[in-house]
């Protein structure tokens, strides 16, 4: 019995259908078994990007370690404020911990011994200053300033030379005073002496004008009566004449008992 027309269009409208939905069947089995064949790769995945940032953090955290120990070290070996800020920056931004902690104690010593060593260069300036003083006006009174100064002074070998240089000025300043003290001497001695010479020659003249005195003569006598002229006096026997040489042999033993404190006037 043959099939009319209609009939045989729908069969093979039937046919597709039973082809689409097999080929549909196909795929779905085809993407369902691609699924099932992976199921271990997705949760590996996320392991494997955990790991990777955790590895990159600890690189970079021994990067800054290694900077940090880099600028510490440069501060410690040049110990200049220069270097100061560029290690704190570099510790500053490490984390927390031992390592950060043994770093700062470490530039803390730096900074501390760096204080200290500005504070001796203020007292070996001071120092220096008042020695110079000394040197410029050589007075007592700069004396006890300098060496006050220098006492203060850390370093051996910048004291002992600063006390040098005082020792110096003292030395000079007792020798100007010995000599001045000896010309004063000198004078006072010379004052004396010739004070001495001149009571001496004084002395000498007022004796040679008592030894040139002439001698007594008696008043004229008149005759009458009972009158008894007085008795005469004795006349003085002239005294010879001192010569020069005499003269100054009795100068200069004036000028020794007056030396001698036996002078009397």
């Known amino acids: 019995m043959k099939k009319s027309m209609k009939e045989q269009i729908q069969a093979i409208f ?17 993407t369902g078994g691609y699924v099932l064949s992976q199921p271990a790769s997705k949760p590996a995945s996320a392991p494997k990007v955990e790991q990777g940032t955790s590895s990159s953090s600890v690189d ?10 880099k600028a510490v070290k440069l501060l410690e070996d040049n110990q200049v404020k220069e270097n100061v800020s560029p290690a704190e920056t570099a510790v ?16 803390d010593a730096v900074k501390a011994n760096m204080a200290k060593k500005e504070a001796e260069a203020k007292l070996a300036k001071d120092a220096e200053a008042a020695v ?26 910048t ?6 240089r ?6 000079a300043i007792a020798a100007r005073a ?21 009571a001496a020659e004084a002395q000498a003249v ?44 009795q100068v200069d033993d004036a000028a020794a008992n007056f030396n001698n404190g036996t002078y009397d006037y």
Do not use: W
């Not at 050589?138 to 100064?149: F, H, K, L, M, Y």
């Not at 010995?178 to 001149?198: D, G």
């Open 92 to 107: 500053k931004g490490l984390k927390a911990g031992d390592s950060k902690d043994k770093l700062t104690k470490r530039i």
């Open 132 to 157: 110079a003083k000394l040197e410029a006006e050589q007075v007592d009174g700069n004396i006890q300033p300098a060496q006050t100064a220098t006492d203060k002074v850390v370093d051996k070998t």
């Open 206 to 249: 007022q004796q040679a004008q008592v030894q040139e005195q002439p001698a007594y003569q008696a008043p004229a006598q008149t005759t009458g009566g009972d009158y008894t002229p007085p008795a005469q006096a004795l006349a003085q026997q002239p005294q010879q004449k001192l010569t020069q040489d005499q003269i100054q042999q």
């Open 166 to 171: 005082i020792n110096l000025v003292k030395d």
């Open 60 to 69: 970079k955290e021994a990067e800054l370690m290694k900077k940090a120990e």
């Open 14 to 30: 039937k046919n597709k259908k039973v082809i689409a939905g097999l080929v549909a069947g196909v795929v779905v089995l085809g």
């Open 159 to 164: 004291k002992g030379k600063l006390q040098h």
């Open 178 to 198: 010995a000599q001045a003290a000896a010309q004063a001497q000198a004078q006072a001695q010379a004052q004396a002496e010739e004070e001495a010479r001149a």
